[in-house]
């Protein structure tokens, strides 16, 4: 028996997640990318994982690059979430900052910089296994963006 694809993302839209914005530079290229698909891998090595889309534009600046950072967004975020997510505002102007050699949001509630490690396939992503070399909190008080349903939400208090 199949599984549909539409049920299938569907379900896996009731697994609530935070929202990263994954950022690289290659050469002068700095780009951007909404991710929800990031994991926690390995505490010793610090390793985690993002899930890109082998399609994207994004797939060749993390693999040209070889590193990457992880931007965790705040609940107030939302803009900058749909601006990297294939609706750029064009009154946003996103301000980026080096943290290890990787370009990271200025305002993000975290950041962590990752070297490529490993790239496996992941069907129509590739599965990018980061080792962690550089993190940084900013307010740690800051409630996190949420995506659940489709939707974001913000954690109720």
Do not use: K, W
Not at 20 to 31: C, K, L, Q, S, W
Not at 63 to 79: K, P, W
Not at 107 to 124: F, I, K, N, P, Y
């Amino acid at each position: 028996m199949g599984v549909d694809q539409r049920e299938y993302r569907t379900t896996m839209g009731l697994f609530a997640t935070g929202v990263t914005v994954i950022t690289a530079r290659a050469g002068e290229e700095t780009r951007g990318m909404t991710a929800n698909a990031v994991t926690s891998v390995s505490l010793d090595p610090l390793l985690l994982l993002v899930c890109v889309d082998r399609r994207a534009r994004m797939a060749r600046v993390i693999i040209e690059a070889e590193r990457f950072a992880v931007n965790i967004l705040r609940a107030d975020q939302e803009a900058l979430s749909r601006h990297f997510a294939g609706s750029p505002d064009a009154a946003l102007e996103p301000r980026f900052a080096d943290l290890a050699g990787a370009p990271v949001l200025e305002d993000s509630m975290a950041a962590l910089v990752c070297a490529v490690e490993r790239v496996l396939d992941g069907g129509d992503h590739l599965i990018v296994i980061g080792r962690v070399e550089a993190l940084r909190r900013a307010d740690e008080g800051a409630a996190p963006l949420i995506y659940y349903r489709g939707s974001y939400c913000r954690l109720a208090a």
